[in-house]
Structures are given as C-alpha cells and as structure tokens.
C-alpha cells in the first residue's frame, strides 16, 4: 500500500488543478498560446462566441459582468502561473473588452466587425486613460481594466454614430 506523501506527489494538487482551470480559462485555451497576434485571436473568440449566442441585453451584462470578475481571478493567477506580468498569453482581457465594445448596440454585422477593428485599434493604441490604468493597476485588475475601457471607447463611438446616422 503506497503511503500519503507518495500518492500526493503523483497525484495532482486541488490547488493545482485549479490553478491550471484558472490559466487555461485566462488564456481561453489554446488561443492564448497562438504564436501571432493572440489579443487579435482572443477579440476574434469574442467576436465568433457573441455570434453564436446573440444575447438579449440583460444575459449581454450579465456575461460582461461575470467575465469581467472571473477575468479579474483567473488573470491574477496565470500572471504568476506564466511569471508574466500581462501576459500575451492571457485573453480573456479581449474577450471581455468586445463584449463591452457591442453591448446595447442592434446585431448587425456591420456594427460587430467595426466594433471588433475599434476595439482592437484602442486595444492596441491605448489613448489615455487606457495606457494609465495599465500601468497603476496590479495584477488581474489592470489586465482586464485597460481592454475593457478599449470596449468603451469603441462601444461609445458606435454609440454616437447610431445617433447620427
């Protein structure tokens, strides 16, 4: 009969499975790991899965608000489990940032791509304050915070245009 402390060592951690959970949720699997342009992969996920499920408002901020706060979680660990300060490998910052960048807006192909090439062009500019919470936030927090103000931007851009044209 094998004895505790060798069945642990060959047997995976609670904590460690659910640090491995937290990491492949951060990285949204295997896209995080994608060699070329992961963030653009991880808006693309985003982009795709919003198609798929099309929302009603109410399930729409309910997925932000929940992505939002399991984003948070599962970035601060893969932050420690990669031993990467806003890894490119963490996506689900993107995920979360084009649901914000198309909520409350009509479901027309149009608005959802021009969301997608505005999120990601704030994503990747980071006009202020996008640049500024980047840097003073820590940990998960600051990896979801700037991607979901790239989301605002974009969302409130395609917000004014609806109004004008």
Known sequence: MKDKKHMSNNAASPNSLSQSLLKYTATLGFIGYIPFAPGTWGSLAGLISFLL?????QTHLLIIIAGTLIGIYASSVA???LNEKDSRKIVIDELMGFYV???YLPQRPVLLVTAF???RFFDIIKPLPIKKLEKTLHSGLGVMAD???AGIYANIILQIWIKIF
């Open 147 to 149: 991607d979901i103000m």
């Open 101 to 103: 960048s198309v909520f």
């Open 117 to 119: 090439l505005l999120f």
């Open 79 to 81: 932050e420690k489990a």
């Open 53 to 57: 499920i099309k929302p009603s408002s």
